[in-house]
C-alpha cells in the first residue's frame, strides 16, 4: 500500500501522544492487515514499535513516555503484499503538557436569571478548556458551597452543579473559578428558585351600591421570591357558596364586582399569583355584600343606647361568725355594680388595707377577707364597703375569737 496520509500530532500530555491520520490512497487488493507506529529518540536511530502489533483504528494513543524526551513519530500501513512507505512527523515532539489558557464555554440559558420551582432538580453543566487541568472553585454569595446540600462533580472538560430537590435558600449568585497556575477564568450564574406565593392581605369591602360591591386588599406577606403577576377574583352566593371567577391575571390591589343579583348575599375570595402559580389559600371577606332590592330604601332603627351602670349592691351578706384563736378564718359576701366596684375592708371602723394580717380577695362579685391566726384582740365590728360612680353600700357582722382550750 501507499503511506497512510493526513498524520498529525492530536495530544500531547507529560507521559502520553495522541496520534491520529487517515488511510492511505492506495491500499491493495488484499485490503489492510493494520497500521504499524514506531517512535525514535531525537539524536538515536533507533525506532521502537509504540503499540504491541498492528492497529486497525486511524487514531492511537502512545502511552508510558518519559517527560521531557524529545520523540520521532511514523506509521506504515500493512498488507499481505508488505509494508508501506513511512509517515513520518517532521519535528520531533516534545512529551509534556501542552498549556492551555483556562475558559468557560457558558451555555446560552445561563447567561440569564436560571428560575427554577420549589422541589424542581437543578443540573447545571459548564464545559470549559485549559490544560493541565485546571482547579475549580465554587462559590454562591461570595462563600464556599456546602457538599451536603449541592453536589458538585468536574471533570476534565467540564463542571457540573446538582441539587435534587430545590429549595428557596438555594437562590442566590454563584461564581465558577478555573485556575491553571497563573491563568484564570470566571462565570457568574444567578440562580432564582421561586414558590407559589401567600394569599393576599387585608381585604375589605368597601362600599355596595346597586349591583355593585367594591374590594381593596393588600399584597401578600410572602410573594414566593418571585414578582406577583396579578390576582384572581371570586364571588359565592351566600346560599350556595359556589365560586365563580369575576377576573384573573387582574393587576391592580382594588376592583368593583358589578351584575350581582338583587336580594342576595355574596362573599368575595382573591388569590394572588406569580410564575409558581395562584397562591394555595385565598383572602375571603369576613361579612357578605347585601344587595338591596330597588325601591326599598334600608333605614336602621334607632335605639336609645341603654345605661347598664348601677350602684353597688350586696347580694349576699356577711354573717356573724364565731371562731376559735390560731386558726385561719374567713369573712365572705357577694356584691354587685356597674362600673366593677372598689372594696374596702373596716374592723371598728379602722380600714384594714394596709394590715399583714389581713388579705382580701375578689372574685366574680364574691368578696373575702381572709383573717390569720386570729387572737381573742381580733374580734369585734366587721364592714365590707363597695363603691363606684353610682353610689356605695355597706354591710357588716359581729366577729367573736374564742381562747384556744389546748394551749
Known sequence: ????????????????????????????????????????????????????????????????????????????????????????????????????????????????????????????VIPFQGKPRPKITWLKDGQTLDSKDVGIRNSSTDTILFIRKAELHHSGAYEVTLQIENMSDKVAITIQIIDKPGPPQNIKLVDVW??????????????????????????????????????????????????????????????????CGLSETAATTKNPAHIQKTGTTYKPPCYKEHDFSEAPKFTHPLVNRSVIAGYNTTLSCAVRGIPKPKIFWFKNKMDLSGDAKYRMFSKQGVLTLEIR???????????????????????????????????
Not at 14 to 31: C, F, H, M, Q
Not at 243 to 252: A, E, L, M, P
Not at 381 to 390: D, F, L, M, P, S
Open 1 to 124: 500500500p501507499s503511506e497512510p496520509t493526513n498524520f498529525t500530532v492530536e495530544d500531547v500530555s507529560d507521559s502520553t501522544v495522541s496520534l491520529k491520520w487517515r488511510p492511505p490512497e492506495r491500499i491493495g487488493a488484499g485490503g489492510l492487515d493494520g497500521y504499524m507506529v514506531e517512535y525514535c529518540k531525537d539524536g538515536s536511530t533507533e525506532w521502537i514499535p509504540a503499540l504491541p502489533g498492528l492497529t486497525e483504528r486511524t487514531s492511537a494513543l502512545v502511552k508510558d513516555l518519559v517527560t521531557g524526551d524529545k520523540l520521532y513519530f511514523r506509521i506504515k500501513a500493512v498488507n499481505l503484499a508488505g509494508e508501506s512507505a513511512a509517515a513520518t512527523i517532521k519535528e520531533p515532539i516534545t512529551v509534556q503538557e501542552i498549556l492551555q489558557r483556562p475558559k468557560f464555554w457558558l451555555p446560552r440559558h445561563l447567561r440569564q436569571t436560571l428560575v427554577k420551582k420549589v422541589g424542581e432538580t437543578i443540573n447545571i
Open 210 to 275: 346597586g349591583f355593585n360591591a367594591a374590594l381593596e386588599w393588600s399584597p401578600p406577606q410572602d410573594d414566593g421570591n418571585a414578582q406577583i403577576l396579578g390576582y384572581t377574583v371570586q364571588k359565592a352566593d351566600k346560599k350556595t357558596m359556589e365560586w365563580y371567577t369575576v377576573f384573573d391575571h387582574y393587576r391592580r390591589t382594588n376592583c368593583i364586582v358589578s351584575d350581582l343579583i338583587m336580594g342576595n348575599d355574596y362573599f368575595f375570595r382573591i388569590f394572588s399569583e406569580n410564575l
Open 373 to 407: 391566726k386570729p387572737t381573742p384582740f381580733d374580734g369585734g365590728i366587721y364592714t365590707c364597703k363597695a363603691v363606684n360612680e353610682c353610689g356605695e353600700a355597706e354591710i357588716e357582722c359581729r366577729l367573736d375569737v374564742r381562747g384556744n382550750q389546748m394551749n
